[in-house]
């Protein structure tokens, strides 16, 4: 029987966009070392940039002194990470543009992220209060 290794690690960083390269790079170098292939690794990035974006600018409102927790949990098949703003939150059961509604173009100003977002993951979670999120993607075969 094969021996599975399991990497968790929670990171807090100030809410900065410029924080954001730091956490993308070392998820996506675990899921390389975990035998994620190059496009799974471009969804979570691509993912994971747009959910700390919006912890930062929308759930912290871009407050410097306030935090953002990433938790992550990447094993043999599947990638997990959950991003926590200190904001309110915000109504997703409301959301359309998670789902690409049929009103959803794809030019608005606000939701592309969302959509994108569900669009490229496995799996896709909030807290009742809409200020965390939980983003999974399962390794392909």
Do not use: P
């Amino acid at each position: 029987m094969r021996n599975v290794s399991v990497m968790e690690k929670t990171i807090i960083i100030q809410s900065d966009i410029a924080n954001i390269k730091e956490v993308r790079e070392e998820i996506i170098f675990a899921m390389s070392s975990c035998g994620f292939d190059g496009e799974s690794q471009m969804s979570v990035a691509v993912a994971l940039d747009e959910c700390l974006t919006n912890a930062i600018r929308h759930g912290n409102k871009n407050r410097h002194e306030l935090g953002v927790e990433i938790k992550y949990r990447i094993c043999a098949a599947s990638v997990e990470i959950t991003v926590r703003d200190s904001g309110r939150g915000f109504n997703w059961r409301g959301n359309m543009r998670l789902s690409g509604g049929d009103d959803f173009t794809g030019y608005e100003l606000g939701g592309r992220g969302l959509f994108m977002i569900n669009s490229m993951m496995t799996s896709v979670k909030y807290n009742d209060a809409g200020n965390e999120v939980t983003i999974s993607k399962i390794k392909r075969a």
